[in-house]
């Protein structure tokens, strides 16, 4: 069955960092373009960072110079590297894989920053 299982959120304080991972099964992982959604609490959910199968990335503005999203096709794991956290990043943040006319979520891994 398709899988997709993000760890590595925590609590962190402003300033620092994590890096998010996401590991998946049950599907061929290359084919597909693959995202980093977040949830804050009130909030819609919104687009963090995506890769295609060609490993072009796109980000939101917010976050643009401080993240950094990047797959190992391999190991079939996309990762979300996070520096210079604000508490304005905390959220659920939620690992996708899109294919035209499918896609699969993970369960979400929370990140939390503050002081």
């Known amino acids: 069955q398709v899988q997709l299982v993000e760890s590595g959120g925590g609590l962190v304080q402003p300033g620092g960092s994590l890096r998010l991972s996401c590991a998946a099964s049950?599907?061929?992982?290359?084919?597909?373009?693959m995202g980093w959604y977040r949830q804050a609490p009130g909030k819609e959910r919104e687009l963090v960072a995506s890769?295609?199968?060609?490993?072009?990335?796109n980000y939101v503005d917010s976050v643009k110079g401080r993240f950094t999203i990047s797959r190992d096709n391999a190991k079939r794991t996309v990762y979300l590297q996070m520096n210079s956290l604000k508490p304005e990043d905390t959220a659920v943040y939620y690992c996708?894989?899109?294919?035209?006319?499918?896609?699969?979520w993970g369960q979400g891994t929370q990140v939390t920053v503050s002081s």
């Open positions: 890769i295609n199968t060609g490993s072009r990335t």
């Open positions: 996708n894989a899109y294919f035209p006319n499918r896609d699969y």
């Open positions: 049950g599907f061929t992982f290359s084919r597909y373009a």
